[in-house]
């Protein structure tokens, strides 16, 4: 695989421990006795994710992750949490706060600080705004994070639309900071299955669906013009779905929407991205919709599969005769340069 350009992986994972993080957790979080084990992160969707995922087996630090950055010949990556994804789920605001506060800690000290190739995403405590405004302001300005990341799956579940969100996109906003919107859990959305194996096709776009669709009709894209959100790690294939649906019922209900523009043309305007999947046979027709300018790729290394097995991806990818040199660039290079402003 020979490329003239840097590569950047827009959606690497760390792997968050509670045996890792508890050092983090501030006063008075800290001082209290445990009475028994209390789990950091409520991973209480009900699947078996521990059994069905053969990532568990590797944990990879700062030079785990380096090395395979040399070895799949990528320049930077962008971490985000793995059990921390559930933390949307917690719903002691104090607590969530202090989660959030352990876990971006943990992350730089063990990651950002390591090198400037790995770059930290932070997690933001939407339960209480103010407090995941200044963690956003902290993150960004302190530890040098390149995104914040927001849950699509909420305990209560809550559209990412509603005016509450609001001083957290006015801070996104103006730090020039994106935020990211990345699934975990599946609570209430997909109960009807019996296993993750059935519901797992759906699991994150779903959620994506609801929260750009909460977002679009809500107006936030006409209040936040400059505001950068990605939809991660549900592949693109759903994008054209919902620029027809919502173009559709804007002509018919617009009147009672809060959105003032087209929703496809906010869609195609150049600050909402998507991850690709290198095997996504719809790819190019998404590139046709929607342009070759928001489109990302991510690893979502370690998730799922042996480390071996993550190695033939871009070569894969190289390989389509479907997808231009120049379009396969911005989707490697140019777009996560410009949507996390590297």
Same mark, same amino acid.
């Given at each position: ?18 045996k ?25 969707d ?5 059994m ?37 789920q ?11 506060q ?23 405590p #939407? ?29 209560p ?128 027709? #998404? ?56």
């Amino acid at each position: 695989m020979e490329c003239e350009h840097d590569i950047i992986d827009a959606d690497g994972h760390v792997v968050d421990q509670d045996k890792d993080l508890r050092r983090y957790l501030p006063a008075p979080w800290n001082e209290k006795d445990w009475t028994r084990e209390y789990y950091l992160f409520p991973l209480t969707d009900g699947w078996m994710r521990g059994m069905s995922s053969r990532h568990k087996a590797e944990v990879p630090d700062a030079a785990n992750w380096l090395s395979f950055l040399d070895e799949s010949k990528i320049e930077q990556t962008v971490l985000y949490p793995s059990n921390a994804l559930f933390h949307g789920q917690i719903r002691n605001k104090g607590w969530a706060v202090a989660v959030a506060q352990a876990y971006n800690d943990w992350l730089y000290d063990c990651f950002g600080r390591q090198s400037d190739r790995l770059k930290g995403v932070a997690l933001l405590p #939407v339960q209480d705004i103010d407090a995941a405004v200044a963690e956003l302001r902290r993150c960004v300005e302190d530890l040098g994070m390149v995104a914040g990341v927001i849950p699509s799956v909420m305990a209560p579940q809550e559209g990412l639309g509603g005016s509450r969100f609001d001083p957290l996109y006015a801070e996104a906003q103006r730090l020039d900071c994106p935020l990211a919107v990345h699934g975990g859990p599946s609570s209430g959305l997909l109960d009807m299955f019996d296993s993750l194996a059935e519901a797992r096709p759906l699991e994150h776009a779903m959620p994506q669906m609801v929260q750009i669709m909460s977002m679009v009709n809500a107006g936030v894209y006409d209040r936040f013009p400059n505001l950068r959100v990605a939809y991660l790690e549900c592949g693109t294939g759903w994008v054209p779905f919902m620029m027809d649906a919502l173009d559709e019922n804007w002509e018919r209900r617009g009147r009672a929407l809060a959105v003032k523009q087209r929703p496809s043309d906010i869609i195609r305007g150049g600050n909402i991205f998507f991850t690709c999947e290198v095997d996504e046979k719809a790819l190019p027709y #998404v590139l046709e919709r929607l342009g070759g300018d928001q489109v990302l790729w991510a690893s979502d290394y370690p998730h799922e599969r042996a480390r071996a097995d993550f190695f033939h991806d871009l070569p894969d990818f190289f390989a389509r005769e479907d997808v231009s040199p120049d379009l396969r660039k911005k989707i490697l290079c140019d777009n996560p340069k410009r949507y996390y402003g590297l």
